[in-house]
């Protein structure tokens, strides 16, 4: 009679161990995301601030930086001789999230919102390929390349470079 009261707690515990928690929290990589930073030259100096204005991480490419995914963030990157560049780091929606509908219900939605695990951040890899500071007033670009998780090319593109005044 005993067992039979041991295994029912344990298994009572499971199961409410997995319906307060979320399956993006579990599954998805929970409330925090690695980030690769690479580029051309190595050795690029970054910055990276959260969307509130706080520096959260610097650091020299190659680097690999673990942020929480309920925040948005900009990267600066510096290199002598070269343009600066920024670029964004979005969050879109971890599609673990979805795993609640079928284990954790409300509360599985609320742990991985709240907790910020419902998040992904993009791009995961962020690979950037410096330009040469020109000396006259002629047009910098910069070709800045996103990548997913598995290093494939989600999209490139060219774009102008603005002075940044100080």
Not at 21 to 29: D, K, M, N, V, Y
Not at 105 to 134: C, H, N, Q, T, Y
Not at 158 to 165: F, H, K, S, W
């Amino acid at each position: 009679m005993r067992k039979h009261t041991i295994t029912r707690a344990a298994g009572f515990s499971l199961v409410l161990a997995l319906s307060t928690s979320g399956c993006a929290s579990i599954l998805g990589g929970g409330t925090s995301q690695s980030v690769s930073l690479q580029g051309e030259p190595t050795g690029i100096q970054y910055t990276i601030r959260a969307a509130s204005g706080i520096q959260v991480s610097q650091g020299q490419t190659p680097n690999q930086v673990r942020l929480a995914r309920n925040q948005e963030y900009q990267i600066e990157f510096a290199a002598p001789g070269f343009q600066p560049q920024k670029l964004a780091l979005t969050k879109g929606l971890n599609g673990w999230v979805w795993g609640n509908l079928v284990v954790g219900w409300i509360i599985g939605f609320g742990v991985d919102f709240i907790g910020g695990a419902a998040w992904k951040l993009e791009p995961s890899v962020v690979d950037v390929r410096m330009v040469r500071a020109a000396d006259d007033a002629s047009v910098v670009s910069a070709l800045v390349r996103l990548l997913d998780a598995e290093g494939k090319l989600i999209r490139e593109v060219t774009l102008p470079m603005v002075p940044v005044e100080r």
